[in-house]
């Protein structure tokens, strides 16, 4: 069944009276809209900036560009307004998050196609730029860049494809071509010959070498006025003022051509404006970015026939090739005092620029840009949109222990922070450093003498937490050393037993290994756990044992006996609708499905790989967003008996444990399923989540606490660090397992 008419739009950028080109751009595409297809609603979202919310028009919809919870407002309004495209503006700097990225927590929570206009292409981002135009460029179905030389940077930078992207120039308005003298008495120019740049000023327009080459240019034009047209740019009038201003107007005191330049201190209106450059005679932009792809002023002069000099910046090579116009070397003012004194020498040859450059702008004209934006959105409109996807960034981050470390001191690993500072009123336990004592067996590349030290101070709290008087580990421990008790959770008892089994198999010095077999002996005859995650934290460290040595009886009867157990517990728990061995979702709660799979696989039991699979399989799905993406169970579940699970507050343990989980799965079945799983897990780590932001801080190996309905929680505890680090070493184990079986089985394209 085909697509109804294109009939209403979501249009996001920036809006009149902000006063920057993003906003006049976004206003005149709506009027272009608007005036060419009157029958089409047209929903304005702009971010709202440094103006007051009033002065706005109030068939805009405003959004506080640095509240996120303002994005999935706005996601929310889009959806239940009927509009059936979305047409984004996008400039860096604009949004709100890390580069930007709060656009895509709107994006991420429609359904409706997106068409994205890139006012900037950046052949060298950052890597949070890097992320941002990815997930942008993924969930676009078109793409809209102003100059070939965007679409190119899209091909070679971002692999695009050519057919995504339509190149459409800056649209201009529609004036007649007329003499500049019919237009200068107006303005009291009527004996000058007029040169003109416009714009909000700042330092990267170069108006100091225009203003340089006036020396130049009055020397052999006694009657040449350089006008200088527009309000200093907002944000450097927040940090400096007017001393930019000054600066230059104390410069053409110096070169003594205070009679040829006028500074128009003012933001002007449209139509005044376009007043001014028909007036001009000569229109410069001597601009200092060669990377620039985009100028609105530009394309305004030349879509009303002005002789132009520039810099040849990236739009004005394109703009102005076949001899449309003059280009000079960057901040060279004798060059722009020799082209533009020869355009004023010479009128036939200003003329025939001037022809040639009018007639190029009758195909920019903002008429021509509303009919192929329109084509577009239409078109778009037809198609199944893009979304944003799990599989979307494939970057696995480098395993980094700087924030671990941060984190640790010479007794242990303490247990929360306070942002990324140690908060040392809440002390240690033997649960984060039994995890951190796994890492260290993990990271790859780390330096041996630092592996070593820090294994020791790992493995020596873990042995200090065992207390032989009570038969169990402590768990908590005070600053000064002090314990908090003499016993801690079975979980926690369980937890401490895993890392000592992990630590027999994996760490790659024997006498840790020897250390860690020999507690792990001494320790787990002495427990008997009895409560589901204790057993399944146990069967993990059974298992690892096991696979170090095959013939450890302890650890054998630990794997089998827990199993059974965790098999019994099922039976009394499940109902049709609920695969799970509880009646609650608590914590964790992947391990419980791992550690059946890890130990059903070792002990060949398929009764523990069956109801394995079939109990991750179930999580994976109540953790499984609508959007395709992570949704870990968050903590206001817990508790709730025979309840779905509720989104918030998400952990970071969660995504770990149930990608370490889709590992094992993924051993005994080789289903591709638990790979897309797996990834899935991962991502979430890296903003593919319900906030669309990240909780890695990529840069120093950080990992924030969890999402909560309300951003991110930034305090960074021992939990959540070595979750992301943990996921990190995890999913080279994946890409790897991914990568042998793609070799095995060629055709099932199988990659992590």
């Given at each position: 069944?085909?697509?109804?008419?294109?009939?209403?739009?979501?249009?996001?950028?920036?809006?009149?009276?902000?006063?920057?080109?993003?906003?006049?751009?976004?206003?005149?595409?709506?009027?272009?809209?608007?005036?060419?297809?009157?029958?089409?609603?047209?929903?304005?979202?702009?971010?709202?900036?440094?103006?007051?919310?009033?002065?706005?028009?109030?068939?805009?919809?405003?959004?506080?560009?640095?509240?996120?919870?303002?994005?999935?407002?706005?996601?929310?309004?889009?959806?239940?307004?009927?509009?059936?495209?979305?047409?984004?503006?996008?400039?860096?700097?604009?949004?709100?998050?890390?580069?930007?990225?709060?656009?895509?927590?709107?994006?991420?929570?429609?359904?409706?196609?997106?068409?994205?206009?890139?006012?900037?292409?950046?052949?060298?981002?950052?890597?949070?730029?890097?992320?941002?135009?990815?997930?942008?460029?993924?969930?676009?179905?078109?793409?809209?860049?102003?100059?070939?030389?965007?679409?190119?940077?899209?091909?070679?930078?971002?692999?695009?494809?050519?057919?995504?992207?339509?190149?459409?120039?800056?649209?201009?308005?529609?004036?007649?071509?007329?003499?500049?003298?019919?237009?200068?008495?107006?303005?009291?120019?009527?004996?000058?010959?007029?040169?003109?740049?416009?714009?909000?000023?700042?330092?990267?327009?170069?108006?100091?070498?225009?203003?340089?080459?006036?020396?130049g240019v009055a020397a052999r034009h006694t009657d040449a006025l350089y006008i200088v047209l527009?309000?200093?740019?907002?944000?450097?009038?927040?940090?400096?003022?007017?001393?930019?201003?000054?600066?230059?107007?104390?410069?053409?005191?110096?070169?003594?051509?205070?009679?040829?330049?006028?500074?128009?201190?003012?933001?002007?209106?449209?139509?005044?404006?376009?007043?001014?450059?028909?007036?001009?005679?000569?229109?410069?932009?001597?601009?200092?970015?060669?990377?620039?792809?985009?100028?609105?002023t530009l394309s305004y002069a030349v879509g009303l026939g002005k002789p132009v000099v520039s810099?040849?910046?990236?739009?004005?090579?394109?703009?102005?090739?076949?001899?449309?116009?003059?280009?000079?070397?960057?901040?060279?003012?004798?060059?722009?005092?020799?082209?533009?004194?020869?355009?004023?020498?010479?009128?036939?040859?200003?003329?025939?620029?001037?022809?040639?450059?009018?007639?190029?702008?009758?195909?920019?004209?903002?008429?021509?840009?509303?009919?192929?934006?329109?084509?577009?959105?239409?078109?778009?409109?037809?198609?199944?949109?893009?979304?944003?996807?799990?599989?979307?960034?494939?970057?696995?981050?480098?395993?980094?222990?700087?924030?671990?470390?941060?984190?640790?001191?010479?007794?242990?690993?303490?247990?929360?922070?306070?942002?990324?500072?140690?908060?040392?009123?809440?002390?240690?336990?033997?649960?984060?450093?039994?995890?951190?004592?796994?890492?260290?067996?993990?990271?790859?590349?780390?330096?041996?003498?630092?592996?070593?030290?820090?294994?020791?101070?790992?493995?020596?709290?873990?042995?200090?937490?065992?207390?032989?008087?009570?038969?169990?580990?402590?768990?908590?421990?005070?600053?000064?050393?002090?314990?908090?008790?003499?016993?801690?959770?079975?979980?926690?008892?369980?937890?401490?037993?895993?890392?000592?089994?992990?630590?027999?198999?994996?760490?790659?010095?024997?006498?840790?290994?020897?250390?860690?077999?020999?507690?792990?002996?001494?320790?787990?005859?002495?427990?008997?756990?009895?409560?589901?995650?204790?057993?399944?934290?146990?069967?993990?460290?059974?298992?690892?044992?096991?696979?170090?040595?095959?013939?450890?009886?302890?650890?054998?009867?630990?794997?089998?006996?827990?199993?059974?157990?965790?098999?019994?517990?099922?039976?009394?728990?499940?109902?049709?609708?609920?695969?799970?061995?509880?009646?609650?979702?608590?914590?964790?709660?992947?391990?419980?499905?791992?550690?059946?799979?890890?130990?059903?696989?070792?002990?060949?039991?398929?009764?523990?790989?069956?109801?394995?699979?079939?109990?991750?399989?179930?999580?994976?799905?109540?953790?499984?967003?609508?959007?395709?993406?992570?949704?870990?169970?968050?903590?206001?579940?817990?508790?709730?008996?025979?309840?779905?699970?509720?989104?918030?507050?998400?952990?970071?343990?969660?995504?770990?444990?149930?990608?370490?989980?889709?590992?094992?799965?993924?051993?005994?079945?080789?289903?591709?399923?638990?790979?897309?799983?797996?990834?899935?897990?991962?991502?979430?780590?890296?903003?593919?989540?319900?906030?669309?932001?990240?909780?890695?801080t990529r840069a120093d190996g950080g990992c924030f606490d969890g999402l909560t309905p309300v951003?991110?929680?930034?305090?960074?505890?021992?939990?959540?660090?070595?979750?992301?680090?943990?996921?990190?070493?995890?999913?080279?184990?994946?890409?790897?397992?991914?990568?042998?079986?793609?070799?095995?089985?060629?055709?099932?394209?199988?990659?992590?």
């Amino acid at each position: 069944m085909p697509a109804a008419p294109l009939g209403r739009i979501a249009l996001i950028g920036n809006s009149e009276p902000r006063r920057c080109g993003i906003a006049t751009f976004t206003t005149d595409c709506r009027n272009a809209l608007a005036a060419a297809f009157p029958d089409l609603g047209i929903d304005f979202y702009a971010m709202k900036g440094e103006e007051a919310r009033d002065r706005y028009p109030q068939d805009v919809r405003v959004l506080d560009d640095q509240d996120r919870d303002a994005y999935a407002e706005a996601a929310e309004m889009i959806e239940e307004s009927g509009a059936q495209a979305i047409w984004l503006q996008h400039e860096f700097g604009i949004f709100g998050g890390v580069a930007g990225d709060f656009i895509l927590h709107l994006l991420a929570r429609t359904s409706l196609p997106v068409i994205t206009t890139f006012h900037t292409v950046l052949e060298q981002p950052d890597e949070d730029q890097r992320r941002v135009m990815n997930a942008l460029l993924a969930r676009s179905s078109r793409i809209i860049v102003m100059a070939e030389r965007g679409r190119a940077i899209l091909e070679e930078t971002y692999g695009t494809a050519a057919s995504r992207i339509s190149v459409i120039p800056h649209g201009v308005p529609d004036r007649e071509h007329v003499d500049p003298g019919l237009l200068k008495p107006a303005f009291g120019w009527t004996d000058r010959k007029v040169i003109l740049t416009f714009g909000l000023l700042a330092p990267d327009k170069g108006i100091d070498t225009m203003i340089r080459a006036m020396s130049g240019v009055a020397a052999r034009h006694t009657d040449a006025l350089y006008i200088v047209l527009g309000a200093t740019h907002p944000n450097l009038l927040r940090t400096e003022g007017e001393t930019y201003r000054e600066r230059l107007r104390a410069l053409t005191r110096e070169l003594d051509v205070e009679q040829h330049v006028t500074f128009i201190d003012r933001f002007v209106a449209q139509d005044e404006l376009l007043d001014h450059l028909q007036a001009a005679d000569i229109y410069v932009t001597p601009y200092l970015n060669p990377a620039q792809i985009t100028s609105g002023t530009l394309s305004y002069a030349v879509g009303l026939g002005k002789p132009v000099v520039s810099t040849p910046y990236l739009h004005a090579t394109e703009i102005l090739d076949d001899d449309h116009g003059i280009l000079v070397p960057f901040r060279d003012s004798e060059a722009m005092a020799e082209a533009v004194s020869d355009l004023l020498s010479n009128t036939r040859t200003r003329l025939g620029y001037s022809t040639r450059a009018y007639d190029r702008g009758r195909s920019m004209l903002w008429s021509e840009l509303a009919r192929k934006a329109h084509a577009l959105l239409a078109a778009s409109h037809e198609e199944k949109p893009a979304r944003l996807s799990p599989r979307l960034v494939e970057t696995i981050l480098t395993p980094d222990p700087s924030a671990v470390l941060r984190m640790s001191d010479a007794t242990g690993m303490l247990q929360h922070g306070i942002f990324a500072v140690p908060d040392r009123d809440h002390g240690y336990c033997v649960d984060d450093n039994a995890r951190a004592l796994i890492l260290m067996h993990r990271l790859p590349g780390l330096d041996e003498t630092l592996r070593d030290q820090w294994t020791a101070v790992y493995a020596a709290f873990v042995q200090h937490a065992w207390n032989p008087a009570r038969g169990r580990f402590r768990n908590f421990m005070a600053y000064d050393r002090s314990w908090c008790e003499e016993e801690g959770s079975e979980d926690s008892c369980g937890r401490a037993l895993w890392a000592l089994g992990v630590t027999a198999r994996e760490s790659p010095f024997s006498k840790y290994r020897e250390w860690g077999l020999q507690l792990f002996d001494t320790t787990s005859r002495a427990m008997t756990l009895e409560s589901p995650r204790a057993s399944a934290f146990a069967m993990l460290g059974a298992v690892a044992v096991l696979e170090a040595v095959p013939d450890h009886t302890a650890a054998r009867t630990i794997a089998e006996g827990s199993g059974a157990r965790l098999l019994r517990i099922l039976d009394a728990a499940r109902r049709p609708d609920w695969t799970w061995i509880e009646n609650v979702l608590a914590y964790d709660n992947a391990r419980l499905p791992e550690a059946l799979l890890v130990a059903g696989r070792f002990l060949k039991n398929t009764a523990f790989i069956e109801t394995g699979l079939a109990m991750l399989r179930w999580i994976v799905e109540q953790q499984t967003a609508p959007a395709g993406h992570f949704r870990a169970v968050g903590s206001e579940s817990f508790g709730r008996s025979y309840k779905r699970p509720l989104p918030f507050d998400q952990q970071p343990l969660e995504a770990h444990a149930t990608l370490e989980a889709c590992i094992a799965a993924f051993d005994v079945t080789g289903d591709r399923f638990w790979l897309d799983a797996g990834r899935s897990c991962y991502q979430w780590f890296l903003g593919h989540n319900d906030l669309g932001t990240p909780l890695a801080t990529r840069a120093d190996g950080g990992c924030f606490d969890g999402l909560t309905p309300v951003g991110v929680n930034r305090n960074q505890g021992a939990e959540s660090l070595l979750a992301l680090q943990l996921s990190s070493c995890a999913m080279i184990r994946l890409s790897k397992r991914a990568e042998s079986a793609a070799q095995q089985h060629p055709a099932e394209k199988l990659s992590a």
